[in-house]
């Protein structure tokens, strides 16, 4: 729907703080994204779309719900990819429309570095919202988005429960009201993203009949120092219950 908060592409509200002449790209008219958001959810498709800023956000759970009200209520699972900066009125409407938050934790470290400086305090304090999102109802499901951020999900889930820079920093890290525990990041990327693929009842968490895809890792990550999270190593790699990856 939008472009990327970096190059001040996010459909903002109101204008970028350090280029006020800018309020972000939108890639079609409303109408035209609530013409194929109707047309796609009438035919049984579930939609996945691109949203970074708190315009493009608001749009497309609009469109969704437009949907609703026209073709009727289905187990849909309609995505917002990325979700990353919203308003606060906004955050409830995931649940109730069950809208997955399809994110990326990487883009909170990553973007950190000047988010505040391109939008202030206020509005970096609905962006990426895990927390508020989950305390929702929200079905979050989280990835890596490669190539554009590292394919490691260590990385991602040191960004999850710390809010952090990469080097590590003095603090309760950016915004730690939004810090998740290991354990509902580790959720959102195997059972939450599962959700989002109607492939709960076949992968997403270790039980009797579903898929053996499983990693075992080099340390607990749910007992050790948070520096040390980003260093853990794969020794592991099982795909239907066969290794298909041992580190020497």
Same mark, same amino acid.
């Given at each position: 729907?939008?472009?990327?908060?970096?190059?001040?592409?996010?459909?903002?509200?109101?204008?970028?703080?350090?280029?006020?002449?800018?309020?972000?790209?939108?890639?079609?008219?409303?109408?035209?994204?609530?013409?194929?958001?109707?047309?796609?959810?009438?035919?049984?498709?579930?939609?996945?779309?691109?949203?970074?800023?708190?315009?493009?956000?608001?749009?497309?759970?609009?469109?969704?719900?437009?949907?609703?009200?026209?073709?009727?209520?289905?187990?849909?699972?309609?995505?917002?990819?990325?979700?990353?900066?919203?308003?606060?009125?906004?955050?409830?409407?995931?649940?109730?429309?069950?809208?997955?938050?399809?994110?990326?934790?990487?883009?909170?470290?990553?973007?950190?570095?000047?988010?505040?400086?391109?939008?202030?305090?206020?509005?970096?304090?609905?962006?990426?919202?895990?927390?508020?999102?989950?305390?929702?109802?929200?079905? +979050? &499901?989280?990835? /890596?988005?490669? $190539?554009?951020?590292?394919? !490691?999900?260590? *990385?991602?889930?040191?960004? #999850? %429960?710390?809010?952090?820079?990469?080097?590590?920093?003095?603090?309760?890290?950016?915004?730690?009201?939004?810090?998740?525990?290991?354990?509902?990041?580790?959720?959102?990327?195997?059972?939450?993203?599962?959700?989002?693929?109607?492939?709960?009842?076949?992968?997403?968490?270790?039980?009797?009949?579903? +898929? &053996?895809?499983? /990693?075992?890792? $080099?340390?607990?990550?749910? !007992?050790?120092? *948070?520096?040390?999270?980003? #260093? %853990?190593?794969?020794?592991?790699?099982?795909?239907?219950?066969?290794?298909?990856?041992?580190?020497?």
């Amino acid at each position: 729907m939008d472009g990327t908060l970096g190059s001040a592409t996010a459909m903002m509200f109101e204008p970028f703080n350090d280029e006020p002449d800018k309020t972000g790209l939108a890639q079609m008219s409303y109408e035209e994204l609530e013409k194929r958001v109707l047309a796609a959810d009438s035919r049984g498709f579930q939609i996945g779309i691109h949203a970074i800023g708190p315009k493009a956000n608001n749009w497309i759970l609009n469109a969704y719900e437009k949907a609703r009200e026209t073709n009727g209520i289905r187990d849909s699972r309609h995505r917002s990819e990325h979700a990353q900066i919203l308003i606060e009125e906004d955050i409830p409407r995931f649940a109730g429309l069950g809208v997955i938050a399809s994110m990326q934790p990487t883009h909170c470290i990553t973007d950190k570095r000047f988010a505040e400086k391109r939008i202030g305090t206020d509005r970096s304090r609905w962006a990426y919202a895990w927390k508020s999102l989950a305390n929702s109802g929200a079905v +979050l &499901a989280f990835g /890596t988005d490669y $190539s554009v951020e590292p394919l !490691n999900p260590m *990385e991602g889930l040191y960004a #999850s %429960v710390t809010r952090k820079d990469r080097k590590g920093e003095e603090g309760d890290g950016w915004f730690p009201m939004e810090k998740i525990t290991m354990e509902k990041a580790v959720e959102y990327y195997t059972l939450g993203s599962a959700y989002s693929q109607f492939m709960e009842d076949r992968k997403g968490m270790l039980r009797e009949g579903y +898929l &053996a895809d499983i /990693t075992i890792l $080099s340390e607990d990550i749910f !007992n050790i120092a *948070e520096e040390m999270i980003m #260093s %853990v190593k794969a020794d592991y790699t099982i795909a239907d219950g066969k290794i298909v990856y041992e580190r020497k």
